[in-house]
């Protein structure tokens, strides 16, 4: 191989690349999130699809939000994360763009655990 051939090759490996720069590997399958090189350094991970939307009927909005606009509910959503070089994903809940819960997938359990003990809670003390 001569010089010619190794600069092309390089060449063509930048144009078909297109990890940023801080990427160690290929995006994650699951991953929709598009990667730039100038990702802010707390922005260089990988992120899902929202895999829930939840519409908080019951939130409460602060007063000059209620004065200004129509009351419309806020929804949350739910997301999977992982930091680049992250050894597990985590789950996030995000409620109004700001991550609300960023859960470790053990705490995430413990957090389906307590729910469904809250639900069925509130479903019998529906019926009295
Ligand atoms: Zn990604």
């Given at each position: 191989?001569?010089?010619?051939?190794n600069?092309?090759?390089?060449?063509r490996?930048?144009?078909?690349?297109?990890?940023?720069?801080?990427?160690?590997?290929?995006?994650?399958?699951?991953?929709?999130?598009?990667?730039?090189d100038?990702?802010?350094?707390?922005?260089?991970?990988?992120?899902s699809?929202?895999?829930?939307?939840?519409?908080?009927?019951?939130?409460?909005?602060?007063?000059?939000?209620l004065?200004?606009?129509?009351?419309i509910?806020?929804?949350?959503?739910?997301q999977?994360?992982?930091?680049?070089?992250?050894?597990?994903?985590?789950?996030?809940?995000?409620?109004?763009?700001?991550?609300?819960?960023?859960?470790?997938?053990?705490?995430?359990e413990?957090?389906?655990?307590?729910?469904?003990?809250?639900v069925?809670?509130?479903?019998k003390?529906?019926?009295?």
């Amino acid at each position: 191989m001569n010089m010619t051939d190794n600069c092309a090759d390089r060449l063509r490996e930048e144009v078909t690349d297109s990890r940023a720069f801080w990427q160690s590997d290929e995006c994650r399958h699951w991953c929709r999130a598009p990667h730039k090189d100038a990702d802010h350094v707390d922005d260089r991970g990988h992120d899902s699809d929202y895999v829930g939307t939840i519409t908080l009927r019951h939130e409460k909005l602060p007063m000059e939000d209620l004065i200004n606009a129509p009351f419309i509910p806020p929804v949350a959503f739910v997301q999977v994360t992982r930091d680049e070089g992250e050894a597990q994903a985590r789950v996030l809940v995000i409620k109004c763009d700001e991550a609300t819960l960023n859960l470790a997938q053990q705490e995430a359990e413990e957090l389906i655990t307590a729910l469904q003990a809250a639900v069925e809670l509130a479903r019998k003390a529906s019926l009295t």
